[in-house]
C-alpha cells in the first residue's frame, strides 16, 4: 500500500515537526509515503479559488497530474485535501472545464483526467482504526481532549464525502481508540476563527476565546486539531489572547498525528514537543502520564 505525500505550505514551512509525527504514524501502520517532486501550493482554497475559479482549477489539476497513483493522494492538511478534492469535484462534473484547463496543462506538458484518489490522512486512519488500536503501546489515559474538527475537514460536504457535516464521529473515535477521553463541549463545531485573523484580529481572538471558554468549562485538558490553520489559531494565539483579557487559558494542543504517535510509544523529544509554544509537561505531570 503506498499513498503519494501532498505536504501543502504550512506544515514544511512552519510546523516541520507535525510532518515528522505523522510520517512515524504511517510508517508504524505499514503505509508508505512517496514524496513526489514538483508539488506547489495547493492552491489555498480561501485566496486564489475565490480570485480565479479557472486558475485554481489549472494549479490543482497540474499538482494531481503529478501522483503516480499508487492507492491515491494523502495530505496531512484539511485545506490541501478540500482544494484537491475541490478540483476533481469540479473537472469531473463540468466536462468543459475539464477540457479548459488540459489546454492550460498541456502548455507544460501535463494532462489531467480527474481519476486521482485523495484523502485526508485522518480519513486513512479512521479505515484503519483496528490496526491503530493493535499499535497502542501506551494508553492515553488521563487526556481529556476537546477534538476540534474545523471547517476544511468537513465541508462543503459534497465535495469531501465523508463523515457527517453536523455530527461528524471519525476524530473522537480515533481519540478513544488511543486510551483517551473525547470531551464534548458547546461550539464543538464553531470556526476557530484562523481566517478571520487577517482582516480583523480582533473579532479572530474573540472567536477563539469563546471555543476555549467552552472547552475550559467543560473540563477538557489539551485540544486536538487535523488542520494546520486550525493549530496555529488555538497553539499561536492562546497566550496572545491571555495577554489581551488576563485570561490564564493553557491548553496544550496536539495534531492527531501527535497524540497517535504518543500512544504508539514515541517520545516527546521525537516528535518535536519542545517547538511546541504551550508544552505538555505539566499536563502529563497533572496525569501522572509517563511517555
Not at 34 to 40: I, M
Not at 63 to 73: E, K
Not at 160 to 176: A, G, L, M, S, Y
Amino acid at each position: 500500500m503506498g499513498y503519494d505525500l501532498f505536504l501543502g505550505c504550512v506544515i514544511p514551512a512552519r510546523l516541520p515537526y507535525l510532518e515528522t509525527s505523522s510520517r512515524k504514524v504511517f510508517e508504524k501502520l505499514g503505509i508508505k509515503l512517496n514524496d513526489v517532486e514538483g508539488f506547489s501550493c495547493c492552491p489555498d482554497p480561501t485566496g486564489i479559488e475565490l480570485m480565479d475559479h479557472k486558475t485554481w482549477l489549472a494549479l490543482g489539476a497540474r499538482n494531481l497530474s503529478l501522483c503516480n497513483t499508487n492507492d491515491g493522494v494523502v495530505s496531512f492538511c484539511s485545506g490541501c485535501v478540500e482544494t484537491l478534492k475541490g478540483v476533481n469535484y469540479a473537472l469531473n462534473k463540468d466536462s468543459h472545464a475539464k477540457e479548459e484547463v488540459n489546454k492550460v496543462l498541456k502548455k507544460v506538458g501535463k494532462s489531467y483526467d480527474g481519476k486521482v484518489q485523495v484523502k485526508h490522512f485522518a480519513e486513512l486512519l479512521y479505515e484503519y482504526l483496528d490496526k491503530v488500536k493493535a499499535y497502542v503501546e501506551k494508553p492515553l489515559e488521563g487526556f481529556k481532549v476537546a477534538v476540534h474538527y474545523g471547517c476544511h475537514y468537513l465541508r462543503p460536504s459534497e465535495v469531501i464525502n465523508w463523515d457527517d457535516p453536523f455530527e461528524p464521529k471519525t476524530v473522537d473515535e480515533i481519540v478513544r481508540a488511543l486510551g483517551a477521553e473525547s470531551v464534548d463541549y458547546e461550539m464543538k463545531m464553531e470556526c476557530c476563527g484562523n481566517p478571520v485573523e487577517k482582516s480583523d484580529k480582533d473579532l479572530s481572538l474573540l472567536m477563539i476565546d469563546h471555543k476555549l471558554n467552552a472547552i475550559q468549562e467543560a473540563g477538557a485538558n489539551c485540544v486536538v486539531v487535523v488542520c494546520p490553520a486550525c493549530y496555529q489559531q488555538y497553539e499561536f494565539n492562546q497566550r496572545e489572547l491571555n495577554k489581551k483579557n488576563e485570561s490564564t487559558y493553557e491548553f496544550p494542543i496536539f495534531y492527531l498525528s501527535e497524540l497517535v504517535a504518543l500512544a504508539f510509544g514515541f517520545k516527546p523529544e521525537e516528535l518535536g514537543f519542545n517547538f511546541h509554544r504551550i508544552r505538555p509537561t505539566k499536563l502529563f505531570e497533572s496525569i501522572d502520564f509517563t511517555p
